[in-house]
């Protein structure tokens, strides 16, 4: 770029630009960003949310990470990303804006075909469980929880039953599984010893009570064993 700023402190923005790029949308927070710009800062809270529960953690598995745009703000405050997703096309857009930087291991992998091997010690999905079918939630979440090692941690994420009256056509034609506050507490209590069910409302993350929240955040510690 020849183009220089007026203030120099300002140089930077265009070193990052020269040398890294300019960094791009995916194809899922493309849509996002051009229909509804707003929700963009409330999918970057819940991956913050994630991010500082789970920090320090060395390998964290991330089930249904869609483009995998969020990701980063994980990677920052963890060892090591592996983020999966059962559609090949949202791993192939996050497969190419990877960058150096910023490595993560990306595969195509059904959370319901079975576990992922190699012991995580943390692991989370957002705006997954939604998508199950209430008769294969338990095959689900126990082949999430038997990845991980036995002193694991997990979030899951995933809106209110109470929001669905105010979901996307496009949301609701996905949505097959929602579930109120309690409702999600017993399910994942089925899996984990220990079962915190945070209340969440745009970007804010509290704990409201259940029934007036649009999101659940589900902390669990403690893999039960199949």
């Not at 609701?172 to 109120?180: M, P, R, S, Y």
Request: glycine letters at 8%.
């Amino acid at each position: 770029m020849n183009a220089r700023t007026r203030e120099a402190q300002y140089e930077d923005c265009l070193r990052v630009a020269e040398d890294a790029g300019i960094a791009r949308l995916g194809v899922m927070s493309n849509q996002v960003w051009h229909e509804d710009p707003k929700r963009l800062a409330f999918v970057l809270a819940r991956y913050k949310f994630v991010a500082k529960m789970l920090a320090g953690r060395n390998r964290v598995l991330e089930v249904g990470c869609a483009d995998a745009f969020a990701t980063r703000i994980v990677q920052a405050e963890v060892g090591h990303v592996t983020a999966v997703d059962l559609d090949p096309v949202f791993i192939a857009d996050a497969e190419g804006r990877r960058h150096a930087d910023w490595p993560m291991d990306l595969r195509v992998h059904d959370m319901l075909s079975g576990p992922l091997d190699g012991g995580y010690d943390a692991a989370y999905s957002l705006d997954v469980l939604e998508h199950i079918e209430a008769a294969a939630e338990d095959r689900f979440l126990a082949n999430f929880a038997a990845s991980l090692r036995p002193e694991g941690a997990a979030i899951i994420g995933m809106p209110s039953l109470a929001s669905q009256a105010y979901a996307s056509p496009q949301s609701l034609a996905g949505h097959v599984n929602c579930k109120d506050g309690p409702d999600l507490q017993a399910v994942l209590a089925r899996h984990f010893t220990h079962v915190f069910v945070f209340s969440m409302n745009d970007e804010v993350v509290h704990t409201g009570y259940w029934p007036m929240a649009h999101y659940y955040l589900g902390l669990c510690c403690g893999p039960k064993a199949p």
